[in-house]
């Protein structure tokens, strides 16, 4: 089994900053992308960025310059940061990764249970 686990989320004042991790656990062989969506109250959920081996981050139009997606391999682990906050970035923020487990021949999706994210204006 695989399990994405996030943190981090919480409240913060328009301007601020936070910083999301998503930790994968369980028998993973291989990691392919580690991406972040959000969904906020009545919407769709939304790509917000991504982590992609050996390709550059690639984020959404409405975060990039203010929030940086990183990986650390060693750990498994996914990082948003998240600078310049607006309350429009209210939402529910999800981790998701393509994940190869040793007992299987591909790649799965995973998501986490999402955490929080709440900004005030």
């Known amino acids: 089994q695989v399990q994405l686990v996030e943190s981090g989320g919480g409240l913060v004042q328009a301007g601020g900053s936070l910083r999301l991790s998503c930790a994968a656990s369980?028998?993973?062989?291989?990691?392919?992308?580690m991406n972040w969506y959000r969904q906020a109250p009545g919407k769709q959920r939304e790509f917000v960025a991504a982590?992609?081996?050996?390709?550059?981050?690639n984020y959404a139009g409405s975060v990039k310059g203010r929030f940086t997606i990183s990986r650390d391999n060693a750990k498994n682990t996914v990082y948003l940061q998240m600078s310049s906050l607006k309350p429009e970035d209210t939402a529910v923020y999800y981790c998701?990764?393509?994940?190869?487990?040793?007992?299987?021949?591909?790649?799965?999706?995973?998501w986490g249970q999402g955490t929080q994210v709440t900004v005030s204006s």
């Open positions: 982590a992609t081996s050996g390709l550059s981050p």
């Open positions: 998701y990764a393509s994940i190869r487990r040793f007992d299987s021949a591909r790649s799965d999706d995973y």
């Open positions: 369980g028998s993973i062989f291989s990691i392919n992308t």
